[in-house]
């Protein structure tokens, strides 16, 4: 009896013990941003995504697990020969990602190894095809050249290159110092260019201030004579009608009694001057009867008026 009890304690430990077996091969927890191949006898099956799954204990077996998340792999330094025949040292980084487990297992023995070395050999030949001074100032257009052409050769082996960044470009001593050479009298140049443009503006600026005052000099000189020959024709007009209001006013005046009695002294007056002048120069005028009367007055004053300026002619 108690064999007996022993026998089947023992056999169902040993199912238990099986079932606990089978239940873990048969079981796979696949992680988040993996993928587990199976395979069947040794030739593929299927391939397990993220999550809870089952394959047949002892028949199928994982026969890889593929990452797939983006990795970053360091590309080794190497030389490259550019366009205008400078070798240069460059290294880079490669980020890439496994979008399909399945050619990623059996497209290729080692994917991360593959794609690092055709990353060198495509970094080789996009430097060929350019010049040193493009290296520096098209390094985007290097990468990107570098990610297509990576992308077009790694299809085959389910692998994505996301990005291709150049760290170093090293040319040679000698190179080094031909290009500091260079810039520096490409600095001096510019100096050169920009002290010459200074000068140039400095020069212009003058000319042009001169220029602006020898206009504004001419428009006041201008400005004056305008003036100065306004003020002269005003002066004349207001002289020549004082006078004419003089002459009016004379005029007026002379029309009345009183006016004549003014004038005709005035004439006395004027002949008396005459006569005066007369005697100073020592001439010899014969005046008519009846020159003391008033009126004969007069006319001997304008005779003799007329005298004088006949002979002062």
Do not use: C, H
């Not at 799954?53 to 792999?73: C, G, H, M, Y």
């Not at 002048?277 to 005028?285: D, H, N, T, Y």
């Amino acid at each position: 009896m108690d064999i007996a009890l022993n026998y089947l304690f023992s056999y169902q430990a040993f199912l238990l013990i099986l079932v606990v077996v089978l239940l873990k091969t048969s079981i796979k927890f696949v992680p988040q941003n993996r993928a587990y191949i199976i395979s069947r006898f040794g030739k593929y099956n299927t391939t397990l995504e993220a999550g809870l799954n089952f394959i047949f204990p002892f028949i199928d077996t994982v026969a890889a697990d593929r990452s797939l998340k983006e990795q970053a792999e360091d590309v080794p330094e190497q030389s490259a020969i550019t366009k205008d025949n400078i070798t240069l040292s460059v290294d880079g980084v490669l980020y890439f990602r496994v979008v399909d487990p399945y050619k990623a297992t059996y497209g290729v023995e080692n994917y991360t190894f593959a794609v690092k070395q055709l990353a060198q050999t495509t970094m080789r030949s996009e430097l060929g095809k350019m010049e040193l001074d493009k290296t520096f100032e098209e390094r985007d257009l290097l990468n990107t050249n570098i990610v297509s052409a990576l992308n077009d050769a790694a299809a085959p082996w389910g692998v994505q290159v996301l990005r291709y960044e150049l760290k170093d470009i090293n040319p040679p001593n000698s190179v080094l110092d031909a290009m500091e050479q260079q810039m520096k009298a490409e600095r001096l140049k510019r100096a050169q260019i920009l002290e010459s443009e200074g000068d140039r503006q400095a020069a212009i600026n003058r000319a042009e201030g001169e220029k602006q005052s020898i206009v504004l000099a001419a428009q006041a000189e201008k400005e004056e004579q305008i003036l100065k020959a306004q003020g002269e024709a005003e002066a004349i007009i207001q002289v020549a009608k004082a006078d004419a209001e003089a002459i009016e006013t004379v005029g007026k005046a002379a029309a009345t009694e009183d006016g004549q009695k003014a004038v005709q002294l005035d004439l006395a007056k004027s002949a008396i001057k005459a006569k005066e002048q007369i005697a100073k120069e020592g001439s010899l005028i014969l005046l008519p009867d009846g020159s003391t009367e008033i009126g004969n007055v007069v006319a001997q004053a304008m005779a003799i008026a007329n005298k004088i300026g006949q002979k002062v002619d």
